[in-house]
């Protein structure tokens, strides 16, 4: 007799598979991008749709609704122009507000232009947009307490 223990006494092979713990992981995958995209959804309808936060003036105007054509620059503090979350050039701008004015001529430019930013910079977006041929120009500006 060998030292090896019969084929029926050995251990037992694991057949299954146990999905329980990969459930809960794609629940709470769920959840996650649910939150996610509702906050998203929210910046979205609030107009923050360059991809960058700014510190806006405050202003007493009225609520800017942003449409689905309309253009959203932001401007930061350093000067450096934000599109959809990518940073752009003069030259850059000057072709995004001009396939804008194609497709829609009255688009509207929302610039969200940091508090500490630079009056020229605002000027020179807003020059841009006019030169493209886009009339529709609003600053944007976050409420004044009461």
Do not use: C, W, Y
């Not at 050995?10 to 329980?20: P, R």
């Not at 990969?22 to 939150?35: A, E, P, Q, R």
């Amino acid at each position: 007799m060998s030292g090896k223990p019969p084929e029926d006494e050995g251990e037992a092979i694991f057949a299954e598979i146990n999905i329980t713990p990969l459930t809960d992981i794609f629940l709470v995958l769920l959840i996650i991008f649910m939150v996610t995209s509702s906050v998203k959804m929210e910046e979205i309808e609030r107009g923050a749709r360059s991809g960058v936060t700014v510190n806006l003036p405050k202003g007493a105007s009225k609520e800017l609704a942003p449409g689905a054509s309309d253009v959203t620059v932001a401007i930061t503090t350093d000067g450096h122009m934000v599109v959809d979350g990518k940073t752009v050039d003069p030259d850059q701008l000057r072709a995004i507000f001009a396939s804008a004015h194609q497709k829609d001529a009255d688009t509207q430019v929302i610039v969200q232009a940091d508090e500490a930013t630079h009056h020229g910079r605002v000027v020179g977006v807003m020059e841009l947009a006019k030169t493209a041929g886009l009339r529709r120009l609003a600053i944007a500006t976050r409420r004044a307490p009461k």
